[in-house]
């Protein structure tokens, strides 16, 4: 890696962890904002990705804490799901070195278009606790080893598949499964980070800048969340969906 930051890219880079953080606490995505931007910058793909990942830590960490905090979560519950979603997102990141993740390109969109639908024709999901569909402990098995390997493997709308999944099989309200969610996207971000530290493919200046920008946008999109609920969530939720539909179909099928 050739890359050389100059000293009027840290403010950039700080305002991008800034927003990304702010809007992945809220309905995940951030992703769709800090990449493009560290591209941009002249990152190959591979470094591109490690430091999109050390930055994203810090946001996902950032969010799990002021939920925690603010007794949306009790992270003792989140134990089992956060040890499986390690596990999960360790198997991804090996696996992604083994097999072409192309064809998720393709898929995965159609999972994200669902979800949006779904959300829309179903306008008091999430609104209240209900009755869960699964017992706790198959949830966390299927969903930490699922959604953390695929976070491992290719990662885009993973906090997303995690509210959706918190809603629907625990009935989860919506603010209390995005708090869920970041708790679980930051173990995946934990696991996958290793990976990439180890490979050496990692820009710390560009990713540790990021990461105070994510820390300070997460805080203040973890209290909106907090402080407004479902009502706020929704259209913030279904926006990044769409917005993150369209560019994985674009990936796939625009060039």
Same mark, same amino acid.
């Given at each position: 890696?050739?890359?050389?930051?100059?000293?009027?890219?840290?403010?950039?880079?700080?305002?991008?962890?800034?927003?990304?953080?702010?809007?992945?606490?809220?309905?995940?995505?951030?992703?769709?904002?800090?990449?493009?931007?560290?591209?941009?910058?002249?990152?190959?793909?591979?470094?591109?990705?490690?430091?999109?990942?050390?930055?994203?830590?810090?946001?996902?960490?950032?969010?799990?804490?002021?939920?925690?905090?603010?007794?949306?979560?009790?992270?003792?519950?989140?134990?089992?799901?956060?040890?499986?979603?390690?596990?999960?997102?360790?198997?991804?990141?090996?696996?992604?070195?083994?097999?072409?993740?192309?064809?998720?390109?393709?898929?995965?969109?159609?999972?994200?278009?669902?979800?949006?639908?779904?959300?829309?024709?179903?306008?008091?999901?999430?609104?209240?606790?209900?009755?869960?569909?699964? #017992?706790?402990?198959?949830?966390? /098995?299927? +969903?930490? $080893? &699922?959604? !953390?390997?695929?976070?491992?493997?290719? =990662?885009?709308?993973?906090?997303?598949?995690?509210?959706?999944?918190?809603?629907?099989?625990?009935?989860?309200?919506?603010?209390?499964?995005?708090?869920?969610?970041?708790?679980?996207?930051? #173990?995946?971000?934990?696991?996958? /980070?290793? +990976?990439? $530290? &180890?490979? !050496?493919?990692?820009?710390?200046?560009? =990713?540790?800048?990021?990461?105070?920008?994510?820390?300070?946008?997460?805080?203040?999109?973890?209290?909106?969340?907090?402080?407004?609920?479902?009502?706020?969530?929704?259209?913030?939720?279904?926006?990044?969906?769409?917005?993150?539909?369209?560019?994985? $179909?674009?990936?796939?099928?625009?060039?």
């Amino acid at each position: 890696m050739t890359t050389m930051f100059k000293l009027w890219h840290l403010p950039l880079l700080f305002g991008t962890g800034l927003v990304a953080g702010f809007v992945d606490a809220i309905a995940g995505g951030g992703g769709l904002i800090t990449l493009p931007v560290l591209l941009s910058f002249g990152l190959d793909p591979r470094h591109a990705l490690g430091t999109n990942k050390l930055q994203a830590t810090f946001g996902s960490g950032s969010a799990s804490w002021h939920y925690a905090e603010a007794k949306t979560i009790p992270l003792k519950d989140c134990t089992r799901g956060f040890v499986l979603s390690l596990v999960g997102a360790a198997l991804g990141t090996l696996a992604v070195q083994q097999i072409d993740p192309s064809f998720l390109k393709r898929a995965i969109p159609v999972l994200l278009i669902s979800a949006a639908i779904y959300t829309l024709l179903k306008p008091r999901l999430g609104a209240e606790d209900l009755h869960p569909r699964m #017992a706790r402990g198959v949830f966390d /098995l299927s +969903f930490g $080893l &699922l959604l !953390g390997f695929y976070d491992g493997f290719f =990662g885009p709308g993973v906090g997303t598949f995690w509210t959706m999944a918190f809603m629907l099989g625990l009935g989860f309200n919506m603010t209390r499964a995005t708090g869920y969610a970041k708790v679980m996207n930051f #173990a995946s971000n934990l696991s996958s /980070l290793a +990976f990439f $530290l &180890l490979g !050496g493919n990692v820009c710390f200046a560009a =990713g540790l800048t990021m990461g105070v920008g994510q820390v300070l946008g997460a805080k203040l999109g973890a209290r909106m969340v907090i402080t407004r609920g479902t009502k706020f969530i929704r259209p913030v939720f279904i926006s990044v969906v769409l917005a993150l539909t369209l560019k994985l $179909l674009y990936d796939a099928y625009g060039r």
